[in-house]
Nanobody
């Protein structure tokens, strides 16, 4: 069993930055790929970014490429999402998730464990 707890969300002005954290429990953290997803009101959950178990491979949605950076610290069992140049359309609840494989995926239904989410609001 893996438990995920996100933090770091908040209210920020357009153009600002935030860093989200996701703390994971479980000894197999270093074997799993990790992902960030987001869901805005009235919209489906969408993929944001994913990172391989040792952090060497990353994957991003086109909408965040060049602005968001996913990373992980396996010693701390934590994955991060650094967000810069935030836009109002980035407003959403952000979720971290993990799947029991090293292969990255953009598909939310391929992730087995989810956190409770953290709200990010970007004002114009």
């Amino acid at each position: 069993q893996v438990q995920l707890v996100e933090s770091g969300g908040g209210l920020v002005q357009a153009g600002g930055s935030l860093r989200l954290s996701c703390a994971a429990s479980g000894r197999t953290f270093t074997s799993y790929s990790m992902g960030w997803f987001r869901q805005a009101p009235g919209k489906e959950r969408e993929f944001v970014a994913a990172v391989s178990p040792v952090g060497g491979i990353t994957l991003y949605a086109d909408s965040v490429k060049g602005r968001f950076t996913i990373s992980r610290d396996n010693a701390e069992n934590t994955v991060y999402l650094q967000m810069i140049t935030l836009k109002p359309e980035d407003t959403a609840v952000y979720y971290c998730a993990t799947r029991r494989t090293a292969v990255l995926s953009r598909r939310s239904n391929e992730y087995a464990y989810w956190g409770q989410g953290t709200q990010v609001t970007v004002s114009s």
